[in-house]
């Protein structure tokens, strides 16, 4: 009998034993600093996107509030929205917060502010000096400060990432940020050389064996490619109707206009689904582009069944494999 019970015993450790090396060996990212993101779902033009902007709980100070931000690498700053936090603090206690010498205007005409003491908190990761800006967001009524539905209250932008390494794991709508890229990553990715211009990736696509560079945008969730009339004329299916919606950039309205992509999309060697491709004709957005010296923009709609690595630190950009 205790000869039995011994076996039994030898066999159980030995399963646990087996379950544990399989389960470290399946699920051994899930070890990393994880935060959660969600999908904002929203109808434009009469036409429902599920995947129209990603957003980030945070935590403001030692407020007792829930609050998201839109994940948004098309900025290079974080923004914390006056109108907001405004509703949150006295407006003595706000002037506080605001560094008036670093006053300075958008190109939406809003007064934005660098801040000290306003802190954002993203699970084990914070950001403190935060551009504050004056007269954007939503006002929250008194009676619902405290309520358990998050408020939107910012954007988190790629100033966060300088110098660091950012995982997206899509699939499982997390993410995680690292000082280093360890010997897991490295394993597992594929990357391509990147560029980088105010702490926001370039990416390079190749199109009909051509290289174009495009920013790659969290913020533009809509959009494969946005870029301007004349490439995208070049890589669209001109037979196809133009699909045209109005969205929201930044408080104003903009036109966009699409047509499937006819041409093979590659990141390196690696084969994207092909999808729409859209133009504008907004001026501002233009101008960025020309600035930024990129084609247009990119963002999460290629790679939504992917995990990416973006590795601030040594410009490159990884999609695991």
């Not at 699909?243 to 309205?253: F, L, P, R, V």
């Not at 859209?278 to 600035?291: A, G, M, P, S």
Request: charged residues 25%; contains cysteine; hydrophobic residues 40%.
């Amino acid at each position: 009998m205790k000869i039995k019970l011994l076996l039994i015993i030898i066999g159980l450790s030995w399963a646990l034993t087996g379950c544990t090396a399989a389960n470290k060996n399946i699920s051994s990212a899930d070890s990393y600093p994880w935060f959660p993101f969600s999908w904002y779902a929203a109808k434009i033009s009469g036409k429902n996107f599920d995947k129209v902007a990603m957003l980030v709980p945070v935590k403001v100070n030692d407020l007792n509030a829930d609050f998201t931000l839109q994940f948004d690498l098309g900025s290079d700053a974080t923004l914390i929205y006056g109108n907001t936090i405004d509703s949150y603090y006295k407006e003595s206690e706000i002037k506080n917060f605001l560094i008036e010498s670093s006053k300075s205007t958008d190109n939406g005409g809003k007064n934005v502010y660098k801040t000290k003491g306003l802190i954002y908190h993203l699970g084990k990761l914070s950001k403190d000096n935060l551009f504050y800006k004056a007269g954007y967001g939503d006002k929250i009524a008194k009676d619902s400060l405290f309520t358990k539905k998050p408020k939107h209250i910012g954007t988190l932008g790629a100033d966060v990432f300088n110098n660091k390494i950012l995982i997206i794991d899509y699939p499982n709508k997390r993410m995680c940020v690292l000082d280093s890229l360890d010997s897991h990553w490295k394993k597992v990715t594929t990357f391509v050389d990147a560029k980088s211009n105010n702490g926001r990736l370039h990416i390079p696509l190749t199109i009909a064996g051509e290289t174009h560079w495009f920013l790659f945008d969290t913020g533009a969730s809509l959009f494969p490619i946005n870029t301007n009339k004349e490439l995208w004329t070049s890589l669209v299916d001109q037979t196809a109707k133009t699909d045209t919606i109005i969205a929201n950039s930044w408080g104003e309205k903009v036109k966009f206009y699409g047509r499937p992509i006819k041409e093979k999309v590659y990141l390196g060697k690696r084969k994207l689904e092909n999808d729409y491709a859209w133009y504008n004709d907004n001026k501002r957005l233009q101008e960025f582009n020309t600035t930024e010296n990129v084609d247009g923009l990119t963002g999460n709609a290629f790679f939504v069944n992917n995990v990416i690595v973006l590795d601030f630190k040594n410009k490159k950009f990884g999609v695991v494999n």
